[in-house]
């Protein structure tokens, strides 16, 4: 797991507990910054979620996955409704964050870690542009064939993401056209979260169209069911298992 001096991600939320305001600032190794409020979504209640997420929520059934759970917006609102939810996370400080306001389970997990051992759910949420966290096309397929093996054959997948074709940013642009002259899919981006002093380690994390994404899982026993659309870049996909 992540290590205190590197969780600028979890001091974060900690902050935000005890101060009522945070910042954090998202590097990109082209050198490009960008800067959020993080109580507006990272504890945002349901009524100041975005539709998609909203929308989405008539998808969940029966035991609850939920992958970067972060400050536990979506995995404390499941719990109040009666759902059974699991939250994992590779901050240390998130998951105190989720524990204060009251969240029953919580496990130091990334992505790379998930498997049977944690339970068989009916439902894997990935919410907050969560379905970056997969970082690119090769490690997306290996996670997503686990995710096979330990979900239920009526299980969704709420995977929301963002379509890095949708911009007119230059920055975001030029990147793109680096990463597709490596060899890259257009939006896999390294990136790493600063926080006062702290700094995390550099992640791979990537944004999907919904023509990529469901090229990813084509050979995993996944398929898209239905998109849930925003009026910008942001949806979610509404994974299905591809069952004979």
């Not at 992540?2 to 935000?16: P, R, S, T």
Request: net charge positive; aromatic share 10%.
């Amino acid at each position: 797991m992540i290590k205190n001096h590197q969780d600028a991600f979890g001091h974060e939320m900690l902050d935000y507990l005890t101060y009522g305001y945070s910042w954090e600032i998202i590097e990109r190794d082209d050198g490009y910054f960008d800067s959020s409020d993080v109580g507006r979504s990272y504890f945002a209640d349901y009524r100041r979620w975005p539709d998609i997420e909203k929308k989405s929520m008539r998808f969940v059934r029966g035991k609850v996955l939920d992958i970067g759970c972060g400050a536990g917006r979506v995995l404390l609102h499941l719990q109040k409704r009666g759902f059974d939810v699991l939250g994992i996370d590779v901050s240390p400080l998130a998951l105190e964050v989720c524990r204060r306001r009251g969240a029953s389970q919580v496990k130091p997990l990334s992505i790379m870690q998930i498997s049977r051992r944690i339970g068989i759910f009916d439902t894997v949420i990935m919410f907050g542009n969560n379905f970056g966290l997969v970082g690119n096309p090769l490690r997306a397929r290996r996670i997503f064939k686990r995710l096979f093996g330990m979900t239920t054959p009526n299980a969704r997948i709420l995977a929301e993401t963002v379509n890095p074709a949708a911009t007119h940013i230059k920055e975001h642009l030029d990147y793109q056209r680096k990463n597709l002259k490596e060899g890259k899919l257009p939006g896999q981006l390294r990136l790493r979260v600063r926080h006062k002093r702290f700094v995390t380690p550099w992640f791979e994390y990537l944004f999907v169209s919904p023509e990529e994404m469901s090229r990813i899982v084509s050979d995993t026993g996944w398929m898209i069911s239905r998109l849930i659309e925003s009026n910008g870049p942001q949806y979610i996909a509404v994974l299905k298992k591809r069952l004979p």
